[in-house]
């Protein structure tokens, strides 16, 4: 529309200029509008899709963006001349054809200079961001590879400018933040370790409650049963008879306090008050005083021979006496349980080499090798064990390994299915004599 208007004010008549002056028919000044009005709109349109896709470039890249900000400087220092200039000639001339003519001739210029400087304007962006870009797609790359996990990224400081300044916050941050996530996986993995000790602690705690209850309930109902019968009968029975159920009797006993001693070993263990007094140890003397004292009652109520092949002179070992005496009727009453009438066990004792070797061997019904490896852990029981006598809580082996080891030496089982099993303790030989 501006573009007719001013060829309508090119009509002879107008009041622009004399018609003889302009010498346009009224047709040629249509024509001329229309192609004004054409190139305006091209041009129009044109701008704006170069003015988006520019403006894209330079929201996207530094050099863009220092391109556009030194050609706006331009812009601005060409129009602010533009617009001097037509002042000026307005001022200076009322001829307001010269005006136009002089305004068409400086936008030309503008538009000239513009594309000149456009080349210049990118080298001066480019010079100015080819230290600054590198670094600032470095620290890019190095925040996308953070984001990702990797807090183990570090940038290599350069310059002394802003952007030196935020690459060293950079580091400062990434060393904080990955001490922090180091901290936070150690306690995590503290948590679920806490977490599973005390989901375990529970399930064998519940698990001993079912083991005690039934090992603890089958003696006593066998002792009332028993005690029962000989009162009732006290004047019926033959003397043979109820020394046979006193026998059994004292036998539920011994196994009540067995169990009763690895309860309490256990609970003194878990509180932390378990503590193992190092000494020298006469193995010899107490390996034999087991075995006077255990064999005839094995053959009386079991019917299992018990015999000793102990070294003379075996050298006394360190370890506590109290709990090795412990651990070896543990590993005895555990061959009673598993060994048939008329078998036989045998407690043996060698030197080898800094060690002395104590084992406790037997015939019994022995041990699948897939059950060997966990014999040793808590409240575990075989389940193809025929058991001669009755199951344990499965504590007593538990509970020597951890004697034994506590005292510095080693324990370890072989055995074959019904060839019997031979479990060996090793202690190293004490340095010290005998108190």
């Not at 001490?179 to 399930?203: A, F, G, N, P, S």
Request: charged letters at 20%; a negative charge; one cysteine or more.
């Amino acid at each position: 529309m501006g573009g007719i208007a001013w060829s309508l004010s090119l009509l002879p008549g107008s009041g622009l200029a004399p018609a003889a002056h302009w010498k346009f028919t009224s047709e040629q000044a249509a024509g001329i509008a229309s192609i004004c009005n054409l190139c305006a709109f091209v041009v129009t349109r044109g701008g704006m899709r170069l003015w988006l896709y520019w403006n894209q470039l330079r929201r996207r890249r530094l050099l863009w963006a220092f391109t556009h900000a030194h050609l706006a400087g331009m812009v601005f220092l060409i129009i602010t001349f533009v617009i001097a200039a037509i002042l000026w000639t307005s001022i200076a001339t009322a001829d307001l054809s010269l005006v136009i003519l002089i305004m068409l001739g400086l936008a030309l210029f503008g538009g000239c200079v513009l594309l000149l400087m456009l080349p210049l304007s990118i080298i001066i962006a480019y010079v100015i961001v080819r230290r600054t870009k590198p670094r600032l797609k470095t620290l890019a790359a190095a925040t996308g590879a953070f984001r990702q996990g990797n807090y183990a990224m570090r940038i290599q400081v350069e310059g002394e400018d802003e952007v030196a300044q935020l690459q060293s916050d950079f580091n400062a941050m990434a060393e904080t933040l990955e001490t922090t996530v180091h901290d936070l996986r150690r306690v995590v993995e503290e948590l679920q370790q806490e977490r599973d000790t005390v989901t375990k602690l529970l399930q064998e705690r519940r698990q001993l409650m079912a083991n005690v209850s039934h090992e603890l309930r089958t003696p006593i109902a066998t002792l009332r049963s028993y005690l029962e019968i000989t009162l009732g009968h006290w004047r019926e029975q033959p003397m043979s008879a109820l020394q046979r159920n006193l026998q059994v009797m004292e036998e539920e006993i011994l196994h009540l306090q067995t169990q009763v001693d690895n309860l309490f070993a256990l609970s003194r263990e878990e509180v932390g008050r378990l503590t193992l007094r190092q000494e020298a140890v006469d193995i010899l003397s107490l390996a034999l005083r087991i075995v006077e004292a255990r064999a005839p009652l094995a053959r009386q109520i079991n019917h299992i021979e018990m015999v000793s092949e102990l070294a003379p002179e075996l050298p006394p070992v360190m370890g506590d006496a109290m709990r090795l005496e412990q651990a070896l009727h543990n590993l005895i009453h555990n061959a009673l349980r598993h060994t048939p009438p008329g078998g036989m066990i045998a407690v043996a004792a060698y030197k080898e080499e800094e060690w002395v070797v104590l084992q406790v061997k037997d015939t019994g019904e022995g041990i699948a090798s897939e059950d060997i490896p966990h014999v040793w852990e808590r409240f575990y029981q075989a389940t193809h064990a025929r058991n001669y006598a009755r199951g344990g809580a499965g504590l007593g082996l538990a509970l020597c390994k951890e004697w034994i080891e506590a005292m510095g030496g080693e324990i370890n089982a072989e055995s074959s299915p019904d060839e019997g099993s031979c479990f060996s303790i090793c202690l190293r030989i004490a340095t010290t004599a005998i108190d």
